[in-house]
């Protein structure tokens, strides 16, 4: 019952790190920072936007389960912000977005920034953890 609990709290923490990390990315981009900064990206907040960033940001949470760094969860959300940076870099802007390799279609900033917005998923996701496991104890 205990790995039931946890999967559901690392399935939970990703789906608010990737809420926050959308509503982070959308309204740096309707205030302009991140246009003014050299990343031309302001999605429009919509459901059909939102869902597919929630799955595979609750999905990604589940790295979370890995024996590695016990307890140290920040570290842990920041390490595992990096591959999802890299799939973002490799993956997500070349192939999905038609924003070329690494975003740069974007703007030069798109690598800096697109590792700002992964790393907002990591400490939102492990400072939720951090308070679910914290409760428990």
Request: charged share 10%; proline share 6%; glycine share 10%.
């Amino acid at each position: 019952m205990k790995m039931v609990t946890n999967v559901a709290r690392v399935l939970v923490a990703g789906a608010l790190g990737g809420l926050v990390n959308s509503l982070a990315l959308w309204g740096f981009g309707v205030l302009g920072i991140t246009p003014a900064l050299g990343f031309s990206l302001a999605p429009e907040f919509s459901m059909p936007w939102l869902m597919p960033r929630l799955v595979m940001s609750a999905l990604w949470g589940l790295l979370f389960l890995l024996p590695f760094w016990g307890n140290k969860l920040l570290h842990k959300g920041l390490m595992l912000s990096l591959p999802l940076w890299v799939v973002m870099l490799l993956v997500i802007f070349p192939m999905k977005m038609q924003a070329g390799m690494f975003g740069l279609v974007l703007g030069a900033g798109a690598p800096a920034w697109a590792l700002f917005f992964t790393l907002v998923w990591g400490v939102v996701a492990a400072v939720f953890l951090q308070r679910v496991w914290k409760e428990e104890a």
